[in-house]
């Protein structure tokens, strides 16, 4: 059914990628998703006056999405500084490797987790924290983190800047940049004789050359 309505839309080009029950995401559903990264409250007149289509079908569309799990969920994005959490830091953890289920439990119960994710490589997960100052943090590893017995090691680094946070990229974002990268073709200049702009070099073959001449005698 979510296919249907899918197709049965205003659709674009590009391939279609298909999620969740079977939606396919096609080059409006980008947009719609591009708009709502910008301004996730926006009304859907203002959505379809932007990506160019219908209220009926920017309606459509975005109730599909919704349905069929590509949009999860909306909510607001506070400024941490103002809500009294200051201080970012990452503490990477490697974990005891029969005592997983132990440490997924622990880390439940810790309010200033913000992010926490598998890793490959010398540690086996990474978790980011949100506290109101260093001590916060230092307690927290020293006093919470060593004491969990899945716990066999840490190491602590501290944000000193967030640089770059988007709400989340689509494959569309990469589309875009590379045709931004790619030089544009230079239009002919006007006032060019015989197709050749002004301040170009045209050469002529011998052969060519030599017909021209004897046209004039």
């Known amino acids: 059914m979510m296919s249907e309505i899918s197709r049965n839309g205003v659709g674009g080009g590009g391939q279609p990628g298909r999620i969740g029950i079977g939606l396919e995401l096609d080059d409006i559903h980008m947009k719609i998703l591009e708009v709502l990264r910008e301004n996730g409250r926006i009304s ?13 079908n920017a309606y459509t569309r975005f109730e599909a999405l919704r349905a069929d ?3 999860k969920r909306f909510t607001a994005e506070i400024d941490h500084v ?3 959490l200051g201080i970012t830091a990452l503490i990477f953890v490697t974990v005891r490797q029969q005592m997983w289920k132990q440490f997924r439990a622990e ?6 987790v ?4 598998i890793t490959t490589g010398q540690h086996d997960a990474m978790i980011q924290v949100r506290v109101s100052d260093v001590a916060a943090v230092h307690t927290m590893v020293t006093d919470r983190l060593a004491n969990i017995p899945a716990v066999k090691a840490t190491e602590t ?4 800047d967030e640089v770059l946070r988007r709400p989340y990229v689509l494959p569309s974002d990469r589309d875009r940049d590379r045709d931004r990268a790619r030089p544009a073709r230079r239009p002919a200049q006007e006032g060019a004789q015989g197709g ?3 301040g170009k070099m045209r050469f002529v073959g011998a052969a060519e050359g030599r017909a021209a001449l ?3 005698d």
């Open 196 to 198: 050749v702009p002004l």
């Open 69 to 71: 799990g590509a949009i």
């Open 107 to 112: 880390l439940a119960r810790m309010p200033e």
């Open 157 to 160: 680094v501290f944000i000193l």
């Open 114 to 117: 913000e992010y926490c994710a």
């Open 44 to 56: 859907v007149a203002a959505l379809a006056d932007r990506v160019g289509i219908s209220r009926a």
């Open 214 to 216: 004897r046209k004039d």
């Open 82 to 84: 103002r809500a009294g």
